[in-house]
T-cell receptor
């Protein structure tokens, strides 16, 4: 079991560029989510999915898109990068949306210049 | 509103005991998680409390009081490897499955 994998680990973008952060899990978890983590703040939910074909917005969805075509994959797209999106991004999955621990990927450290 | 408060930083001595507190306000409540996060790494699950009381898991214990909106994580026999941030997260019980996360408590262990 690889658990939750994320690529890339590091990325530098210029303002206005777009990119996709990849996330995959091999635990057959229904629930997947994307967080961003900034210094001095708690994890903030960007988007989440409760199953293939179903996505919804979290606390800070603006500037990001997601899709969930399979149970395993949950990519996060930055549409037009801005310096405010400089952050560490974590993908997480859990068996169900509630009452279960979340398993986190190793994170992507994104810098937008 | 919904929020979680926990101390920003704590210092303790190797071999000692430390208690990290967390208070929460949520609209509805399902349970409370504690995660550990070493610098530069992802959070990893420590505990989940639903009912009032203390749950012990090795050197780590977690306590919950639903009526007071309060939890703590107790770490015994501290080791240098326990130096990390400890994140408290409340499961709010509303319909959008969001966890309310605290900013984390950075625990520094001194020899």
């Amino acid at each position: 079991n690889a658990g939750v994998t994320q690529t890339p680990k590091f990325q530098v973008l210029k303002t206005g560029q777009s990119m996709t952060l990849q996330c995959a899990q091999d635990m057959n978890h229904e629930y997947m989510s994307w967080y961003r983590q900034d210094p001095g703040m708690g994890l903030r939910l960007i988007h989440y999915s409760v199953g293939a074909g179903i996505t919804d917005q979290g606390e800070v969805p603006n500037g990001y898109n997601v899709s969930r075509s399979t149970t395993e994959d949950f990519p996060l797209r930055l549409l037009s990068a801005a310096p405010s999106q400089t952050s560490v991004y974590f993908c997480a999955s859990s068996k169900t949306p509630t009452h279960n621990e979340q398993f986190f990927g190793p994170g992507t450290r994104l810098t937008v210049l | 509103g919904q929020n979680i408060d926990q101390p920003t930083e704590m210092t303790a001595t190797e071999g000692a005991i430390v208690q990290i507190n967390c208070t929460y306000q949520t609209s509805g409540f399902n349970g409370l998680f504690w995660y550990q996060q070493h610098a530069g790494e992802a959070p990893t699950f420590l505990s989940y409390n639903v009912l009032d009381g203390l749950e012990e898991k090795g050197r780590f214990s977690s306590f919950l009081s639903r009526s007071k909106g309060y939890s703590y994580l107790l770490l015994k026999e501290l080791q240098m490897k326990d130096s990390a941030s400890y994140l408290c997260a409340a499961e709010s019980g509303d319909s959008n499955y969001q966890l309310i996360w605290g900013a984390g408590t950075k625990l520094i262990i001194k020899p």
